[in-house]
Nanobody
Framework: QVQLAESGGGLVQAGGSLTLACAAS????????MDWFRQTPGKEREFVAG????????RYADSVKGRFTISKENGKPTVSLQMNSLKPDDTAVYYC???????????????WGRGTQVTVSS
């Protein structure tokens, strides 16, 4: 099993920045890729960004391209999501996810964190 713990959520004004972190523990050797998803009440959880465990390949949702950056720390089971130019529409619970697949999983990764709230005020 893999456990994921998010941190870094909070309240920020529109145009501001926030960095989320996700620490993996347990059988981290089984992780092939990690992602960030987000969800707002009444909507389905949506893919935000993903990175391969080697850190060499990244993928982003169109809605966050050019504003968000996902990165994997070398030698550490930690993934970060740097969020810049935040908009009120970015308000959501952000979830860290991981999967054994070495390609970025945009649908249903195997492992999930509990989520962290990000609120962007206008």
């Amino acid at each position: 099993q893999v456990q994921l713990a998010e941190s870094g959520g909070g309240l920020v004004q529109a145009g501001g920045s926030l960095t989320l972190a996700c620490a993996a523990s347990g059988r981290t050797y089984s992780i092939g890729s990690m992602d960030w998803f987000r969800q707002t009440p009444g909507k389905e959880r949506e893919f935000v960004a993903g990175v391969t465990w080697s850190g060499g390949i990244t993928r982003y949702a169109d809605s966050v391209k050019g504003r968000f950056t996902i990165s994997k720390e070398n030698g550490k089971p930690t993934v970060s999501l740097q969020m810049n130019s935040l908009k009120p529409d970015d308000t959501a619970v952000y979830y860290c996810a991981a999967d054994p697949s070495r390609t970025i999983v945009t649908a249903t990764p195997r492992y999930w964190g509990r989520g962290t709230q990000v609120t962007v005020s206008s």
